[in-house]
Every structure is written in C-alpha cells, then in structure tokens.
C-alpha cells in the first residue's frame, strides 16, 4: 500500500493551554509526531497562535520542523476566530492545491473546526483529529475518521496524583474486568460479522481496524490494556472468540469466527425459539432454549459463553443481536 502523505494543522492554544489547565504539564509536540509517524509521511507541519503568548514553546517546534504561522492579537479587539478562520482556509487550499496529501490530521478539540473536517473528507481526504478529552467537544471525533486523544499517546507523562491508599478489594476488580472485556470482544464480534456478511472473500486484520474506527473514530485498543491491535486479536484467539490465519507475506492475518461442531441443529432451536417472541432479551433465552432442549450446551459446541454461540448463530446471519441501551442488555430477533 502507498504510504498516506499527510498536512498536519495545530491549533495551538486550544491544545497548549488544555494541556496546561486540564492535565497540568506543558505541552509536548513529539508524542504527535510519533504517532502520525507509525500512520504515514508528513509533508506539512502548521501551528497556529498568536506566538507572543507561548514565547517558550517556539523553539520546541521549530526543533521539530513546525512551521509557525502568527496570528496577532489587535490591542482593544476580540479575535477569538482568527486564528480558527485561517487554519480552515490553509486546509482547504492545500487540499485543493496538493492533491499528493491524501490525509489531514487537525489538533484541536474545537467543534467549530468540524465543518472543516467534513469538507476535507467531502473532498475525499482522511481526516484524524487530535485533542484532549475534558476540552474536545462531543461533535468533533464522530466527524473524523480516526481520533486521538493526546493523554493517551506515547510519551505523555502524566503527572502523578496523590492518593490515599486503599484496601484492596479483589472482587471488585475480579467483577469489573470481565465487563469491558465483553463489550471489546463484542464489538469486534458484531463487527466482524457485519463485514462477513457483504464481504467477497476473507476480512483481513486491517480491514476489520478500519471499520471499528469508522463505528467509533476513539477507538483504541490501548484502552482495553492492549499495546496493539494486533496484540489485542491473538487475545481474542486465545480465548476462542475469533480466528487468526497468519499470511507471514503479507503480515496482515485473516480473521474469522472459530471452526466448530454440527451446531446447525442449536442454531434452527435459537430461531424457533426467537422466532416465538419476536425480540429477546439475551439474558433469560438460554433458559428458554434448556426448557426445549434439557441438554443445550454451548460449550459442548465449542463456544466459550453464551453470548458466543449468539454472535455465531448472528455472523451466520441466522439471527440479529443487538445492544439496547434503554434495557441495558443484547436484543435477539429472527434476522431480516
């Protein structure tokens, strides 16, 4: 694949001084470029400010080759959009006049600027945002097509909060994990499935990457504990959630649901049993399905949970599993 060219826009104050107020150290430009150097090659380097308010941090971008455009503040004037309104305009005139950039990444955690985005990805350039979490407002990640939060890159130290000790409570812990553990695996399950199903041919590791970020540009396997998403599919693997074909030539493994027994028969149970109720709730239909059939038994089948041998039956297109939020639990229905 030809490697992304990318422009790189800051908006300097709304990151330099969220950095400051919101997590207490100053900001750092290298953690950006590390990460925008594992996604492509960066031709343009932009930061936007009125630079007599950060005297101190011009010399750490220019180190790292940021071009520093000036944005004066008038004596006795307002000019809060200034510098927002000539960062958009760059972007769009180098989206016009450097057709070779193929992505932008725009720092800033300011909704104003999700016009913008949208133009750049109207114009069919990929587009990742970059801001902190407590000053990034809610429209701005749906907008893009990949967002990161600059607290949770590489090389961000955080300044460490004291805090008293406390007993440890290991059934806490032991209740809490298995939680965020499913909704990760579900997502990727539901996910999987749903490119399964108007997929041609086998789902590799990176296609199922993209289409995670295009449900959910936060998303990061790095919240879940894991250091890549790579690391994060052999987890699953391991635990016979999915399915790893490695093509060392490529080095980018096919991913599929794991091979099991005869359960065509437990499916056909799953969608009578639905198929009665028209919708239901996942907790409660493995009982449902026991009072038919004394001896169901997924692990028997190959299945870790429950909730496993509902995602295959909804990969095979059998049924439709989805998150309800207002019952707080996964709807199952005959699927369409």
Request: hydrophobic residues 40%.
């Amino acid at each position: 694949m030809e490697e992304e060219r990318i422009g790189l826009f800051i908006d300097y104050e709304n990151l330099a001084i969220g950095a400051r107020d919101d997590l207490g150290i100053d900001f750092d430009f290298k953690p950006i470029a590390d990460a925008l150097a594992e996604r492509g090659r960066v031709v343009v380097r932009r930061a936007y400010a009125d630079w007599s308010s950060f005297s101190k941090d011009r010399q750490m971008l220019a180190d790292n080759q940021v071009e520093l455009i000036e944005i004066p503040q008038r004596r006795g004037r307002v000019r809060k959009n200034a510098a927002d309104i000539k960062m958009s305009v760059d972007a769009v005139e180098l989206a016009f006049e450097r057709e070779y950039v193929t992505a932008f990444v725009i720092c800033t955690g300011d909704s104003d600027f999700t016009p913008l985005v949208q133009k750049l990805r109207e114009l069919n350039k990929r587009v990742i945002g970059v801001g902190l979490k407590a000053s990034t407002s809610a429209m701005l990640p749906p907008a893009c097509d990949e967002f990161l939060f600059y607290e949770q890159l590489g090389g961000v130290e955080l300044p460490q909060r004291k805090r008293e000790p406390k007993k440890k409570r290991p059934e806490a812990t032991v209740a809490e994990k298995p939680k965020a553990s499913e909704d990760m695996a579900a997502l990727v399950t539901t996910t999987l499935a749903g490119i399964q199903r108007g997929a041609n041919g086998p789902v590799r590791s990176s296609t199922l990457k993209r289409s995670l970020l295009r449900k959910d540009p936060t998303f990061n396997e790095a919240d879940h504990g894991f250091r890549a998403f790579g690391e994060l599919l052999r987890h699953l693997a391991g635990n016979s959630i999915i399915e790893l074909t490695e093509d060392e030539s490529r080095g980018d493994p096919v991913v599929d649901f794991p091979k099991t027994g005869d359960d065509t028969k437990d499916f056909d149970l799953l969608v009578d049993v639905v198929g009665k109720s028209g919708r239901q709730a996942l907790s409660g239909l493995k009982d449902q399905l026991r009072k038919r059939q004394s001896d169901f038994n997924e692990r028997r089948l190959g299945y870790s949970g429950f909730l496993r041998f509902v995602q295959a039956a909804s990969a095979r297109g059998v049924v439709s599993l989805k998150w309800d939020d207002e019952s707080g639990d996964y709807m199952v229905s005959a699927a369409d």
